[in-house]
Protein backbone atom coordinates (compact mmCIF):
# COMPACT_ATOMS: atom_id res chain seq x y z
CA UNK A 1 0.00 0.00 0.00
CA UNK A 2 2.63 2.48 0.59
CA UNK A 3 4.35 2.00 -3.01
CA UNK A 4 0.97 2.65 -4.83
CA UNK A 5 0.48 5.97 -2.52
CA UNK A 6 4.15 7.12 -3.17
CA UNK A 7 3.53 6.94 -7.40
CA UNK A 8 0.28 8.89 -7.10
CA UNK A 9 1.72 11.39 -5.47
CA UNK A 10 4.26 12.46 -8.25
CA UNK A 11 3.47 14.35 -11.11
CA UNK A 12 5.53 14.06 -13.84
CA UNK A 13 8.56 16.34 -12.94
CA UNK A 14 11.52 13.84 -14.25
CA UNK A 15 9.55 14.60 -17.56
CA UNK A 16 9.85 18.26 -17.46
CA UNK A 17 13.44 18.17 -16.38
CA UNK A 18 14.21 15.55 -18.72
CA UNK A 19 12.91 17.85 -21.57
CA UNK A 20 14.30 20.87 -21.02
CA UNK A 21 17.82 18.59 -20.74
CA UNK A 22 17.15 17.60 -24.14
CA UNK A 23 16.39 21.12 -25.49
CA UNK A 24 19.01 22.67 -24.41
CA UNK A 25 21.65 19.89 -25.65
CA UNK A 26 19.64 19.98 -29.06
CA UNK A 27 20.20 23.92 -29.14
CA UNK A 28 23.79 23.29 -28.35
CA UNK A 29 24.48 20.98 -31.16
CA UNK A 30 22.39 23.15 -33.86
CA UNK A 31 24.98 26.18 -32.63
CA UNK A 32 27.82 23.49 -33.26
CA UNK A 33 26.53 22.59 -36.27
CA UNK A 34 26.46 26.05 -37.59
CA UNK A 35 29.58 27.55 -36.04
CA UNK A 36 31.21 24.49 -37.81
CA UNK A 37 30.08 25.23 -41.37
CA UNK A 38 30.48 29.26 -41.22
CA UNK A 39 34.20 28.43 -40.03
CA UNK A 40 34.18 26.40 -43.42
CA UNK A 41 33.09 29.02 -45.54
CA UNK A 42 35.35 31.30 -43.79
CA UNK A 43 38.57 29.01 -44.77
CA UNK A 44 37.18 28.30 -48.68
CA UNK A 45 37.19 32.49 -48.85
CA UNK A 46 40.82 32.64 -47.60
CA UNK A 47 41.90 29.84 -49.83
CA UNK A 48 40.16 31.55 -53.07
CA UNK A 49 41.48 34.61 -51.53
CA UNK A 50 44.97 33.22 -51.72
CA UNK A 51 44.46 31.22 -54.93
CA UNK A 52 43.56 35.04 -56.71
CA UNK A 53 47.31 36.44 -55.02
CA UNK A 54 49.11 33.91 -56.73
CA UNK A 55 47.02 34.36 -59.95
CA UNK A 56 48.31 37.75 -59.36
CA UNK A 57 51.77 36.87 -58.77
CA UNK A 58 52.07 34.52 -61.90
CA UNK A 59 50.59 37.57 -64.08
CA UNK A 60 53.34 39.23 -62.80
CA UNK A 61 56.03 37.40 -63.48
CA UNK A 62 54.98 36.72 -67.20
CA UNK A 63 54.91 39.88 -67.16
CA UNK A 64 58.26 40.73 -66.40
CA UNK A 65 59.57 37.65 -68.47
CA UNK A 66 57.14 38.68 -71.61
CA UNK A 67 56.79 42.37 -71.74
CA UNK A 68 57.90 44.33 -74.37
CA UNK A 69 59.13 47.42 -72.35
CA UNK A 70 59.00 50.35 -74.80
CA UNK A 71 58.89 53.67 -72.90
CA UNK A 72 57.26 55.42 -76.19
CA UNK A 73 54.15 53.78 -75.81
CA UNK A 74 51.03 54.12 -73.97
CA UNK A 75 49.78 51.15 -71.19
CA UNK A 76 50.06 47.72 -73.03
CA UNK A 77 47.14 45.15 -71.81
CA UNK A 78 49.43 42.19 -72.52
CA UNK A 79 47.33 39.48 -70.35
CA UNK A 80 43.62 39.63 -70.56
CA UNK A 81 41.80 36.86 -68.56
CA UNK A 82 44.31 34.07 -68.73
CA UNK A 83 43.65 31.17 -66.94
CA UNK A 84 46.18 29.89 -64.16
CA UNK A 85 47.64 26.53 -65.13
CA UNK A 86 47.03 23.59 -63.51
CA UNK A 87 43.59 24.78 -62.01
CA UNK A 88 40.07 24.23 -63.61
CA UNK A 89 39.00 26.46 -66.49
CA UNK A 90 37.02 29.59 -65.48
CA UNK A 91 38.33 29.58 -62.08
CA UNK A 92 41.61 31.38 -61.29
CA UNK A 93 42.83 34.13 -64.23
CA UNK A 94 44.96 36.60 -63.97
CA UNK A 95 44.95 40.52 -65.92
CA UNK A 96 48.40 42.16 -66.77
CA UNK A 97 49.01 46.08 -68.14
CA UNK A 98 52.74 47.10 -68.22
CA UNK A 99 52.13 50.98 -68.15
CA UNK A 100 55.64 53.43 -68.40
CA UNK A 101 56.20 55.99 -66.14
CA UNK A 102 55.65 59.69 -67.09
CA UNK A 103 59.43 60.63 -66.48
CA UNK A 104 60.17 59.21 -69.80
CA UNK A 105 64.55 59.41 -71.19
CA UNK A 106 65.39 61.51 -68.15
CA UNK A 107 69.20 61.81 -67.81
CA UNK A 108 71.00 60.86 -64.99
CA UNK A 109 74.74 61.79 -64.49
CA UNK A 110 77.61 58.32 -64.84
CA UNK A 111 79.15 56.73 -62.07
CA UNK A 112 82.67 57.22 -61.72
CA UNK A 113 84.20 55.19 -63.64
CA UNK A 114 81.73 54.60 -66.03
CA UNK A 115 82.58 54.71 -69.93
CA UNK A 116 79.40 56.55 -70.82
CA UNK A 117 78.84 60.23 -69.82
CA UNK A 118 75.45 59.53 -68.75
CA UNK A 119 72.16 56.92 -68.77
CA UNK A 120 68.84 57.06 -68.78
CA UNK A 121 66.64 55.39 -66.42
CA UNK A 122 63.16 54.13 -68.10
CA UNK A 123 60.67 52.95 -65.29
CA UNK A 124 57.44 50.99 -66.14
CA UNK A 125 54.44 49.71 -63.53
CA UNK A 126 53.41 46.05 -64.13
CA UNK A 127 49.98 45.60 -62.45
CA UNK A 128 48.38 42.66 -62.20
CA UNK A 129 44.94 41.21 -61.20
CA UNK A 130 44.15 37.78 -60.19
CA UNK A 131 40.55 36.59 -59.63
CA UNK A 132 39.26 33.36 -58.58
CA UNK A 133 35.91 31.78 -57.02
CA UNK A 134 33.19 33.61 -54.98
CA UNK A 135 34.62 36.79 -56.41
CA UNK A 136 37.83 36.62 -54.91
CA UNK A 137 40.07 39.31 -56.39
CA UNK A 138 43.71 40.74 -55.72
CA UNK A 139 45.69 43.36 -57.48
CA UNK A 140 49.13 43.34 -57.27
CA UNK A 141 52.05 45.76 -58.89
CA UNK A 142 55.25 45.53 -59.28
CA UNK A 143 57.41 48.62 -60.12
CA UNK A 144 61.11 48.18 -62.45
CA UNK A 145 63.49 49.68 -65.03
CA UNK A 146 65.72 49.70 -67.65
CA UNK A 147 68.89 51.11 -67.80
CA UNK A 148 69.90 52.15 -71.31
CA UNK A 149 72.44 55.00 -72.86
CA UNK A 150 71.08 58.67 -72.85
CA UNK A 151 69.87 59.63 -76.08
CA UNK A 152 68.67 63.19 -75.88
CA UNK A 153 66.45 62.65 -78.75
CA UNK A 154 63.76 60.09 -79.27
CA UNK A 155 64.09 57.25 -76.71
CA UNK A 156 64.83 53.90 -78.81
CA UNK A 157 62.34 51.37 -78.57
CA UNK A 158 63.19 48.27 -75.58
CA UNK A 159 61.86 45.45 -77.48
CA UNK A 160 63.21 42.34 -75.75
CA UNK A 161 64.65 43.45 -72.56
CA UNK A 162 62.18 42.35 -70.67
CA UNK A 163 63.12 41.31 -67.19
CA UNK A 164 66.25 43.67 -66.69
Known amino acids: MRNTRAFRRERGAALVV ?18 ASTELVMTGNEQFQENAFQAAEMG ?4 LANGDFNPGTAAEALYVGVDVPGTPPNTDEYST ?11 M ?16 EVQS ?4 V ?12 VIAPFDP ?12
Open 134 to 145: RNATMTNTQGMF
Open 97 to 107: TITPWPAINSP
Open 129 to 132: TGVS
Open 18 to 35: GMILLLVLTLLAVSGMNT
Open 153 to 164: GTPPPLAGVGGL
Open 109 to 124: PAMWGNRWNSFSTFHF
Open 60 to 63: IEQG
